[in-house]
């Protein structure tokens, strides 16, 4: 009971409710004592008063506070009683879709009624190794803490799973057993794990049908008992059954089925092997028909019976025992059909030839008349004699029901036996987990035994709850020795004393079972007379005499007696049985031999007696069986650690996440979940530890109660907060709290927090209100300002307007005055200007007269001006054009000079686009000169005409004149003249300036005409380019997306590659099977079936050269089928054959064509040996010339006197004319000399020519005018001008002939990048290809037998190394081709080097005769070679792989070290031309690294180390290769180092297989070390410390279960990471390659870490996605520190930060649900959806995510197309590609540390 105080204001209360159960309300006003009533509100407005009873004090139950709803456990919360259980189940159902619950130990698991996705591969690794309170509740958390309890306490465990029927236990026993098989790793040929998970179909079949609440509802109880070795892996398992409701099989209510097994039988009646059973439709069967329900929504019953053959199949069951049980069944369905005909009362008939008799006989192999007779008859045996009885009709039924419910029980026991031999332990077991499912609490309508019996077992099994929860209780206040009493908790020992004590009801059930005339009425008076009066919790129901009823834990439950006898007897006919003893199968003999067998077994003990009282006597009943049973379970249980998991049906209509809670709070209370929050209630239900709380509470505290110690800091605060001492207990890590306490504090948390709220809101509000009125203040000070401002500005203006009315009134005064003159002055100027005028007119008459005069002559002298002017004019033009054209032939000539000459040629080939548009510009200015002659053409002629008009005029006014100008009439005829000849003169002048215009329009079209020629062929060679650009982009992205479709199909490969790589390991230990069982064969021993057993528990050894023995686990051998094996050796022998016949054919071809390449080989050498000649020759020549020019100048040296002591020679003396005869033969070889270099030059710039014409495809083309040209020039040297040597020329030519070469070769790489793109595109196809053919072959083998699939393996194998030879063969041709010729020109070079020499050595042995010279030894140049001995491989592999310490070599030498050496060796051997030698250490070396990784491949070191040598001898083959993509890298010196003698492309591929295989083992090793970091770094650690990520829950976790991870921080898992970058950097590894690392570790980060956090609703809050952000934030940081920010890395980590996002967005309207779609990009809809689930308010002022919400954001990603997957795929690996890197160090310089041992190696 809770206290009064609590009961305030506001305060919510829990008011009982018909419908609901139970229904919120709040306190109007709060509660004092002494009131009679409560003022409540409930959560629709409603007011009601609740009545308070004053004597007992019963307040309603208060409501946790909402912070505290939808808790993980029940337990943790504040107040504990049953509306607190029931709303929190109810919020996690219905609002969160969370069906799992913790209650203390219990696991509460609610039934959806809907698929989840919940039980995938990846959630089972998510709970992998978790505890289980740091996980979300789960099924697969249960089963975890089971198998971490049995692994580290070594103690046995049992799963009690219980529940009605309907809730869903048969479902989560099989969960369990699916986690237990998958983290139990047993042995890859055991098969255990599919073993026991194939039972459960068969099980379902056999003992599941549907009944009214459920469809798949178990029939029977099961204990599967599942056994571990010494390494927790599977072994084995054992099944044990607990009463099977056999009436089923003959009896169906309405609305149910039989067992499942029928139904599949007839649903799968059409096929061929089912024919003879004659069945057919359900609803023809009796037994199958009655409940009127024969169909199942959903089910498919034919694919069902599918499923249940190949479970059978897969437990041993042969094909002939299928038959048998199928025919068994069968039979059973046709004797439902069987019709009794009745007599009379006491005699029955059943007609013979009935077609269901005979159907059942024959099915059963026995007579149908004999059948027939004692279906209807008995046989009664007496001292004297035996009688045969006939049966009333009534009676004869129910022989022929028990006597297929017999038959059902025998087959059913024998199919679980048959299970359990199948299951049986192959190794000695250690311990073992049950799994125990069994039927729940039932009460129906009519409660017959079955149900008696079950209640029976739910009493026995909830007392053993009661008393381990209760155990649990006390070891915990024990543990953390604080102060307890004795918990008084419900004890139903009364109840089952009732049932089981002596005199109790099975008791007396047994006793009148032994009666002779006993019957279920005197069985129901009896015990009215022996229980009614002196058992309370016994009672006779008031209307009935044949019924009576028992208070059970849970609830009362009324029993009909009809039908307790005969089901307690459980008997059959013994003729009928006797019948079926002569069956002709041996199953039905089997069957009624192992009944004998166990009834034998059951009576062997007592006194020999009459076989008849024998029978009678020791026959143990069903409740005596049962309750016997149920013992041995109980002492099972008692032995082991108890784990359960209790089973609700949320409601009868089976509608998806709906709750009734009137059925689900009956469920609660009797499966004791009620009871355990009881007990935990009576005690300290919540603890907290002493950092948590003073996490929550440290707001409660004062400065000064903070002390560095948490545990006293608590200490203090407690004693100041709760007063009451009993309220609480300090234990030794944790703070306990009675019920109601945890409310309590927060209640004053929410206080203090409120009031600091208030203080806050007080000191802002007057921080703001002080603020407003300062801002208020200022204002009104600027306002008065402004006003004043503004009255002195009016005042001033005011003054202003007042001096300017003044101003203005002067100047006024002043205009008007003006004014008033000017109107005067106007006036007389106006008279005085008439009167000037007349004066001016007459004045002006009389000048004109004079003026006439005066302008005639004016224009006389101007025209003979202006004539003069114009013939100084055409005399200056035409001296101007001469100049001009003179200078522009001048021009003309020193172009065409220059266009002969070659610097001219580059000028025009350089600047040509600069000319073009210069001469553009040209043209345009002419056009614009050509534009403005003639606009002044035509402004000439305007002013002639002009002209003319005036002359007209004036020649008019001449002849008006004429009579007064007589004089001038001549002058007037003199200028008509002059005015004509100016007229022909300007005439011809035009016409010759116009045809100059014209020639010059004329030349000017032509050369625009040229220009737009050269323009057009400019403009077609740049589209040319432009289009060659094009097809070079075209090209590119074909490259791309070639590059593309590799990296894709990279990853197939690389996939395939591991399924090979498994599927080779299965092989080889198949093969050492087959291995181990030809030896057995031969040796003929006979054993005995344990030593059998023996020699499959011995453990297999194998031994390599390079490698010590090594111990490996007991394996189970499976035995071997010798037909097969003989059938795969011949097969084999035969495939050897035919591979022997394409070898040799194969070599025949390779004879031929090696010829045929011979023959073209020796033809293309004749060439490059003339051609080889002919550069020697010009070689010598050119030596030659040099050495005659170096005689040439020192005799010119010693002619000019260089020795002034000797006067030169006089010209007609001898000593000089014998010089001259030397200069002028030395000049007339040397002129010689010239020509023979110049024709050997021309002539090898031709043979160059030619060559590459030959040599190129689609390159050089020559025609023949060019060739024509090219003789031309040679014929025609002396016409050209040579230089000193005579080499311009050619020099011209080369330069010619070097162009042409280039634009041959670009057109070549062009045509070879096509061609190459061609090949690659045919390559990836072909990938292609065999990929979908080897997916094609994978999945018809996977479809095959076991023995067809060997068979199918070895074919696909042997035809693929086929293929594969193929492929090789035709590579070493062409390399073979290619060294070959290699060889020729090595000699060629090796001859000319050898003369060389000896010239070298003829000339340094001149003068040096007789001079002492000091000798030094030259230093020894290696070759980079190792020689080792035939035999050594494996002492060095032994040295240099199996014995060597990765750490001591990374730190010590150069990275790569072994890879260096091992390729060295391979080196030697390939220079002593030794194929076995090398093939013998490649494959030893692979051998050796496969076996080092699989015995070290948890160490990291040394798969980094050996992944980065691996990787480095890979470089090694191909930069040695000799192949030209891979030598362009190498140094002059590496490129000798290239392998000689044999191409190893082949091994290549195999060593990055091998590569591929290490780095998955390196991913592999970096998970397993992170896994443990990750999550407590990422989610559990609080980095930013203030930020409350996660509110403590105060989860009761087991004691086992506790780990202290040690403070994992993000630093931590930094700190590994840098172990992992220093490591593979250490090692030399590829900077590629360890960004490829990178990459997929942190896809392990980010995929681990939001796995767990969909799994953990305490991780779903605001402050952890701060958190969070902070952390990625930091890993980031370190990918920037190490430089691999662009590794892609980065990207990985997308889906968690926007997780991080997710929680920390605003998640309330529509527009937030669009912008959380947008940004979740990279998180599935599950995901998204499930985030928004679990988010949960760490303090008061957040608020959940509504219902309504989350809805909103299914609608808008319902239209994703995506995984459904909810967690993130962890175990995916990204392609990976080796790129090739060059190694810069040289094989010469390599020197072999002493410390490896390898003093047998020689350096060559």
Known sequence: MEAPELYSQHARVWLPDAVEVWRSAELRRGFSPGDRALALRLEDGTEVEHTVDLQTGGLPPLRNPDLLVGENDL??????????????????????????????????????????????????????????????????????????????????????????????????????????????????????????????????????????????????????????????????????????????????????????????????????????????????????????????????????????????????????????????????????????????????????????????????????????????????????????????????????????????????????????????????????????????????????????????????????????????????????????????????????????????????????????????????????????????????????????????????????????????????????????????????????????????????????????????????????????????????????????????????????????????????????????????????PSRWTYQEFFSRYRVLMKRKEVLPDYKQSCKIALEKLVKDRDQYQFGKNKIFFRAGQVAFLENLRSEKLRSACVCIQKTMRCWLARKKYLRMRESAVTIQKHVRAHQARCYVKFVRWTKAAVIIQQYFRMWAARRSYRRQQFAAVTIQSCFRAYKAKQNYYKLVFEQKTVVIQKWVRGWLARRHFGRVLAAVVLLQSCVRRRRAREALRQLKVEARSVEHFKKLNVGMENKIMQLQRKNDEQHQANRELSVKLRAVEKTQAAEREKLLRAEQQSSAKAERVSGLLEQLSFLHRELETNRREKEERDRAHQEHTEKMEAELNARNSLLITEKEDLSRRIQEQAKQITDTKVILENTKQVEKDLTEERSRYQSLLSEYLQLEQRHAELKEKMNQYKREDKAGHKKTELTVVRMRRTSVQSSDEQESPAKREDVKQPAVDMPILLKLQRRLKELETVNRSLQRQLERRTEVQQEKAKVIEEQKSLNRAELDLEALKRQELESENKRLKLDLNMLRKSLSGENRALAPPKPDSLSYSVLLEQLDSSNEELEMRKEEVMLLRSHMVRQEALKHKDSLTEGLKLNLSEMSLLQDIERSTDLHTLNEDGELWLAYEGLKETNRLLEGQLQEQGQQHREECEELQKELQKVKEQNLQQQQLLTKSLQLPQDAQIEARLQHEITRLANENLDHMERQESQDKTINNLKKQLKTYAKRLEEFEAGARKQSTVSQIGIPVSITRKEKEFQGMLEYKQGDESLLLKNLVVDLKPRGVAVSFIPGLPAYIIFMCIRYADYIDDEDRVSTLLNSTIISIKGVIKRRGADFETVSFWLANTCRFLHCLKQYSGDEDFTKHNTPRQNEHCLANFELSGYQQVFGDLAIQIYQQLIKCTEELLQPLIVAAMLEHETVQGVLGSRPTGLRKRSASLQDEGGVTVETLLQQLNVFHSAMIQHGMDPELVKQVVKQVFHIICGMTLNNLVLRKDMCSWGKGLQIRYKVWQLEEWLSEKELADCGARDTLEPLIQAAQLLQIKKKTEADAQAICTMCSALTAAQIVKVLNLYTPVIEFEERVSNTFIAIIEELLKDRRESPALMMDVKTLFPVSLPFSPSLVTLDSIQIPISLNLSFLTRV
């Open 75 to 684: 337990t943790t919360l504040s107040f504990l009683h049953e509306p607190a259980v029931l709303h929190n189940l109810r919020v996690r159902f219905i609002d969160s879709k969370l069906i799992y619950t913790y209650c203390g130990i219990v696991l509460v698991a609610i039934n959806p009624y809907d698929s989840l996705a919940i039980y995938d591969t990846d959630i089972i690794g998510a709970y992998s190794g978790q505890n289980m309170g740091d996980m979300d509740p789960h099924i697969f958390a249960v089963a975890e803490e089971a198998f971490k309890h049995m692994a580290r306490c070594e103690r046995n465990q049992s799963i009690i799973v219980s529940g009605e029927s309907g809730a869903g236990k048969t479902v989560s026993a099989k969960y369990v057993m699916r986690y237990f098989a998958a983290v139990s790793r047993s042995s890859a040929e055991a098969n255990v794990e599919e073993k026991v998970l194939a039972s459960n179909p068969i099980m379902e079949a056999i003992g599941n049908a549907k009944t009214t609440r459920n469809d798949n509802s178990s029939r029977f109880g099961k204990y599967i008992e599942i056994g571990f070795n010494k390494k927790n892996c599977m072994i084995g398992a054992k099944m044990k059954t607990y009463l099977l409701e056999k009436s089923r099989v003959v009896f169906q209510a309405q609305g149910e089925r039989n067992y499942h097994i029928f139904y599949q039988l007839c649903a799968s009646s059409h096929l061929p092997e089912f024919q003879a059973l004659k069945l057919g439709c359900a609803d023809d069967f009796h037994c199958a028909n009655q409940g009127q329900s024969p169909e199942i929504d959903g089910v498919d019953d034919a694919r069902d019976m599918s499923v249940t053959r190949r479970a059978l199949s897969l437990l041993g069951f042969s094909n002939s025992d299928q038959s048998a049980l199928f025919q068994i069944l069968a039979g059973i369905l046709h004797l439902s059909n069987v019709e009794v005909n009745g007599q009379t009362a006491d005699s029955c008939r059943i007609v013979p030839d009935q077609e269901p008799l005979v159907l059942f006989s024959g099915l059963m192999g026995v007579p149908h008349t004999d059948m027939a007779h004692w279906l209807c008859h008995r046989k009664l045996k007496t001292t004297a004699e035996t009688y045969v009885k006939t049966l009333s009709r009534e009676n004869a039924v129910n022989g022929r029901d028990a006597l297929a419910k017999h038959i059902y029980a025998r087959i059913f026991n024998w199919i679980v036996d048959h299970i359990n031999r199948t299951l049986t332990f192959v190794a000695a077991q250690r311990s073992f987990i049950g799994v125990l499912d069994i039927y729940g609490f039932e009460t129906f309508d009519i409660n017959s035994f079955e149900q008696f019996c079950i209640n029976y077992a739910n009493e026995k099994l909830q007392q053993q709850f009661n008393l381990h929860v209760f155990k649990l209780e006390q070891e915990e206040y024990m543990k953390e020795q604080i102060p307890w009493s004795l918990i008084d908790f419900y004890d139903n020992e009364p109840y089952i004393k009732l049932i089981e004590a002596k005199m109790g009801v099975l008791d007396l059930l047994d006793e009148e079972c032994k009666m002779p005339k006993a019957s279920d009425d005197t069985w129901a008076q009896k015990l009215y007379s022996s229980l009614l009066k002196q058992n309370v919790h016994f009672d006779k129901p008031r209307l009935s005499n044949r019924a009576f009823i028992i208070h059970h834990f849970a609830d009362k439950v009324e029993y009909q007696c009809d039908g307790f006898l005969e089901k307690n007897k459980d008997t059959v006919n013994e003729d009928q049985i006797n019948v079926l003893k002569t069956s002709k199968f041996d199953l039905v003999l089997k069957l009624l031999q192992e009944d004998e067998a166990t009834t034998g077994s059951k009576g062997c003990s007592s006194k020999r007696e009459r076989p008849g009282k024998v029978l009678r006597d020791h026959k143990k009943t069903v409740g005596l069986q049962f309750r016997q049973s149920l013992h041995s379970l109980m002492e099972t249980l008692n032995a082991t650690t108890p784990h359960y998991v209790r089973c609700i049906k949320p409601n009868d209509q089976k509608a998806p996440f709906t709750l009734d809670p009137v059925r689900t709070v009956q469920q609660l209370r009797s499966c004791g979940i009620l009871e355990t929050i009881r007990i935990s209630a009576a005690g300290f």
